[in-house]
């Protein structure tokens, strides 16, 4: 992940002028602004999921190698050198997956940008909100080039508050913690089937409450999806399901929904359920026109739900 890193101006003459000079620590504010985490718990997911890809892509060319070898005496000369050469396909999909996704402007950095671009950004407009708010004229990175600074010309803190309003109260030690968890959508017509739909929108879900981090424990993608794996229920988990395996986790929330497809319509229905009740908090419902648009009409109808938590 990026580190943050403040534009500072120089002034030559500040003789010339009166001149209150501020510090700001841009190490803690990047450590301390909530987005922070979220964006590194998305960042981190995003990677593990990568790695994940190219473990199946290395394992499927193993399992052809392996085959190759307990074959061999079986094999016809045209079969093994077809055998070959689906291996050395499969190689070049591995080697160019990696380097699509890892490699130097990959996906990875890509990713890395979308997710700090916009943190740097809202730290700069913060540390000249305060400065401006607090009168200085000049705010210095508060370095070890610093020998002295005093605590009242120190912004940090200022700037960290005034970046974690919108995140209202952390969670302090010793509360209760919620966990919540989001489920795959149920798939409810073939073409949201055939466009994967379901695990697509857990996936944006759960980029998204990834904000929500500093305020609940949230239960894992993997742990989440483990759990339906282990139990054999399929790729389209019911209420009852969802439920139970809620209960037997100690979740406290869990999101469930439908989706369907209609042609470049898209429908959806999300439902925030409280486990030890089976009671259903609220349900918000949707319909997009654009595949590009879910992304964020998921992002925004999750912080809906998320506000009905009392």
Known sequence: MKKFIIAVVFFSMLAAVETKIGFVDSDRVFREYQATAAAKAEFNLY????RDSAAVLRQNIETLKEELETQKLMLSEEARLRKLDEIESLTKVHDQYLQNVFGKSGRVQQKNDELMIPILDQINESVSVIADREGFTVVLELSENIL???????ITDLVI??????YGPQIIPGEIVQYIAI???REENPEAVNADLGQRCQDDLYSAIAV????YEIVSKHAVNSEIVSRGLGRNVDDTQAYLIGKERLWDYIIVGTVNKFATRIDYTLSL??????????????????DIKLTEALNNDLR?????IK
């Open 148 to 154: 002295f600074a005093s605590s009242e010309l120190d």
């Open 304 to 308: 809906v739900l998320m506000d009905k």
């Open 273 to 290: 359920k409280m486990v030890a009740k089976e009671e259903e908090i609220f349900k918000k419902t949707n319909s997009i026109t654009e």
């Open 183 to 185: 489920f795959p959508l």
């Open 212 to 215: 929500f981090s500093q305020q």
């Open 47 to 50: 990677v593990n999921e990568a």
């Open 161 to 166: 508050d005034e970046l974690n309003l919108e």
